[in-house]
């Protein structure tokens, strides 16, 4: 076989294959190094590095490593003439056909799977096959011919996974490394399977080319159980086949699927796809921190995924402390390992081998139950886990304990928080009297009394509820609860085109938008977690609660307050739901990859651990604070004290007072004065303004509208423009301005449409 780099400057060649890990293959194919293409060699001496070469009209530079993994002919073939097997005349064609029809394949699996079994079945050679492990020390090496196709069979021995603990782990990874076989047939014992995905997950990191081999199937049929194996494929992103080495079934078609993986493309096909599986918050960033380092280094990334280097360091695997140690790096490299590690170790009180470990089976077992997997005979070990899992995600039980739960939750947040929002108000309070008492009258004593602290004040006191409903959403989450509830309104909330995921971030959403929109980062389908970030603000935030107790207060009777307080939370959820099916059928359309909802191992979460997630969680609101609403209630204050004159005698003639004047007749419809429309083109810094430009406007509680009107106004308020800072979240998560903007439109334009309709309809009813 030659090898790209072998070749002397002036030579040409044809590629016929790209060995090596996915994330390489992809960048040399983007380069055009292409299955079939022609390159000439423009510039190549023996101690040169880079090379230059010429390739589809463009002059591209390799180095010799990278080169080293391109494998040629010499010659120019067409294209046409190097994947048709009809046009083998010359012997360059047939070399070149050749060489593009052989497929390196080697069989991984745990011991006494069955790989040899394959290998005897397939290569037709006569391996003895022994029931007990470590039978094969070796690799041994055959071929079958099939379908125009030479596939090279290596049997590795079997391992459990690809640490670097055993003669045999070592040996395999270094199989996998050094010689990087085009495919892996990744043979598995299905009447084992949970245990057997393991070695999976692991080659999944390893970003290879993999076909899954259902083996044992005889047994899995025999037993009785149950698995969606199509399902099981596209969420693990790679073919799996049913086979049973006792009688060669399904060797067929693992083969073709070996040869359908080889010929396509990753990303084109559902069952191939590179998946990265979502080790949980601390650990995927040190994934990511320490990735920063390694995809600097251009050597490494030739040989290693990057994804996968990382989380061995993670796993403390001292072959990759090896490796990185030869960095300039390393010691940075090692501390940031270090850092993700005890924060691992605060957070759940393993270590983050352990971490990992878990992590991969709740993938595993979060892919095995969407697959409808059950065991036919019970099996006799029945962990708490499952039990628990079965609990939960009762059909019958699993939906009266989430709404338990979420009762709870909401209960504690209001009625708790009730506490220290009074303590809190009191304080602000006495502030303003204090500053009030002491200060001279003037511009500063306003702008601090009624700007800065009516402003922020009338925000500050909701900081306890917030903080209340996301230590319970923390606890929720790092008990392992949070991923069953997932799973039990994943058909809900198919049924809206979003995912099982999507509910978390909704949920939080009735907190603050703002980090609820960042929570959506968990959702791997950019479609769904599009449509979750737009329809996220109808869920009515505790910004927006003021405002509600402030009119249903002064407008509506004792008995019907909390009935328009309720009114107005499920609107915004159902016009959740009625959004999202719009957006999902008409806006922002296309298929939805299916993805793994984790099921991790339930745990008492620390103390340390629910403090830090509640912390990260209200940090963003607190910074919005701090940030646009200090900014907009010193802008609303100004444009309130000053009118075109200096100082404005009344708020009327005040520069905001004309601003409202002028937007007034927008309003009509819905019968808002012009103070009302003041304040909700305030609310455009956050909600909360709504509420304190109405108490300066309105003074003490002098309205003059129906409760008609008051019902109207409420709702515009929960639905209309969210707030800046979420806009600006939604701009920094979707990554576009154009959907922050449409967020922005879209909720204004509802808002307007459905208080008008209410509006109308109400005053013809009356
Ligand atoms: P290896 O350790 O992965 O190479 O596994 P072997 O090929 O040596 O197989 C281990 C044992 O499983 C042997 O006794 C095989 O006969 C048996 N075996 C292999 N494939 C199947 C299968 O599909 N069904 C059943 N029932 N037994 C199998
Ligand atoms: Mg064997």
Redesign the pocket.
């Known amino acids: 076989m030659t090898k790209l780099s072998e070749l002397n400057t002036g030579e040409r060649a044809t590629i016929v294959k790209v060995r090596g890990h996915g994330g390489f293959r992809k960048r040399i194919v983007e380069m055009g190094f292409v299955k079939g293409q022609t390159v000439d060699v423009l510039l190549s001496a023996p101690l040169q590095d880079p090379v230059k070469y010429k390739v589809m009209g463009y002059e591209v530079s390799l180095r010799r490593q990278e080169a080293e993994k391109i494998e040629v002919v010499s010659g120019d073939q067409s294209s046409d003439a190097v994947s048709e097997p009809q046009s083998v005349s010359t012997p360059a064609h047939f070399a070149a056909h050749s060489a593009r029809h052989t497929i390196n394949v080697a069989l991984v ?1 745990n ?8 290998f005897n079945f397939a290569s037709g050679a006569h391996e003895r ?3 007990y ?1 470590g ?2 020390v070796d690799a041994k090496e055959g071929y079958t011919d099939f379908e125009g196709y030479r596939i090279k069979l290596i ?1 590795l021995p ?1 391992t459990y996974s690809l640490s670097a603990y055993s003669p045999e782990e070592l040996y395999v990874r270094k199989q996998l490394l050094d010689d990087t076989p085009d495919v892996i047939i990744n ?1 598995i014992d299905a009447s084992n399977i949970e245990r057997n995905l393991y070695l999976t997950t692991q080659l999944m990191d390893m970003h290879l080319r993999v076909v899954c081999a259902l ?5 899995l049929e025999r037993r009785g159980d149950r698995l969606d194996i199509d399902t099981l494929s596209s969420l693990m992103g790679m073919p799996m086949v049913p ?4 009688t060669g079934r399904g060797l067929e078609r693992l083969l073709q699927e070996v040869i359908h993986i080889f010929e396509s493309r990753e990303g084109h096909d559902l069952y191939y796809r590179h998946i990265h599986i979502n080790h949980g918050h601390e650990i995927e960033d040190g994934i990511s921190r320490i990735q920063r380092y390694l995809k600097g280094n251009d050597l490494l990334r030739l040989r290693y995924s990057t994804r996968w280097l990382a989380i061995k360091l993670l796993e403390k695997d001292y072959e990759a402390e090896r490796v990185v140690a030869t960095l300039p790096e390393a010691a940075d490299i090692i501390s940031d390992r270090d850092v993700a590690a005890r924060r691992v170790k605060e957070e759940t009180g393993d270590d983050s081998e352990t971490a990992i470990m878990d992590a991969k089976y709740g993938f595993i077992r979060g892919a095995l139950h969407e697959a409808g997997y059950q065991v036919g005979q019970r099996s006799g070990i029945y962990h708490v886990t499952h039990r628990l899992d079965w609990l939960i995600t009762n059909r019958w039980l699993g939906f009266p304990i989430f709404f338990l739960l979420l009762f709870l939750m909401f209960e504690a947040t209001f009625v708790l928080g009730q506490y220290p929002m009074d303590w809190i108000e009191l304080g602000v309070d006495r502030l303003g009297t204090f500053i009030g008492d002491t200060m001279n009258d003037g511009p500063l004593k306003a702008m601090l009394v009624d700007g800065i602290i009516g402003g922020v004040g009338s925000v500050i006191v909701f900081l306890p509820q917030i903080l209340i409903l996301y230590t319970f959403i923390s606890i929720m989450e790092d008990s392992g609860y949070m991923a069953r509830a997932a799973f039990i309104m994943d058909k809900l909330m198919h049924g809206m085109g979003l995912h099982g995921k999507s509910f978390i971030p909704l949920i939080m959403g009735f907190g603050c938008n703002v980090p609820a929109v960042m929570a959506t980062r968990t959702i791997e389908s950019r479609r769904s977690r599009l449509i979750t970030m737009l329809v996220l603000p109808m869920m009515s935030c505790s910004a927006r609660l003021p405002i509600y107790i402030m009119i249903t207060g002064a407008f509506f009777t004792q008995r019907y307050q909390s009935l328009v307080m309720v009114s107005l939370y499920l609107i915004g959820i159902l016009l959740s739901i009625v959004m999202a099916r719009v957006l999902s059928t008409w806006v922002i359309r296309g298929d939805d990859t299916p993805f793994v909802m984790e099921l991790p191992p339930y745990r008492f979460p620390t103390v340390k651990a629910i403090f830090r997630h509640t912390w990260e969680k209200g940090k963003q609101y607190l910074k919005k604070m701090g940030g646009v609403i200090l900014v907009a209630s010193i802008i609303v204050w100004a444009l309130g004290y000053f009118g075109t004159m200096g100082v404005a005698p009344t708020m009327e003639q005040s520069f905001i007072g004309l601003l409202g004047k002028t937007v007034e007749p927008l309003f009509q419809l819905q019968g808002f004065d012009w103070r009302l429309d003041v304040s909700l083109i305030a609310g455009v810094g956050a909600k909360e303004i709504v509420a304190s430009t109405m108490g300066v406007l309105y003074g003490s509680g002098d309205y003059n509208f129906s409760p008609l009107t008051a019902y109207c106004f409420l709702l515009f308020v929960l639905i209309y423009f969210p707030c800046i800072a979420t806009i600006v979240a939604i701009r920094h998560e979707s990554g576009s301005w154009r959907w922050a903007f449409f967020a922005a439109v879209y909720t204004t334009c509802l808002a307007w449409l459905v208080s008008a309709t209410v509006s109308l309809v109400g005053s013809m009813l009356m």
């Open positions: 699996g011991p006494n799977c069955g790989k040899t079994s394959l096959v022994g029931n492990s039978v094969t049997d079997g043979v083996n044992m199937y005889d047994e086979t049973s080495f006792k």
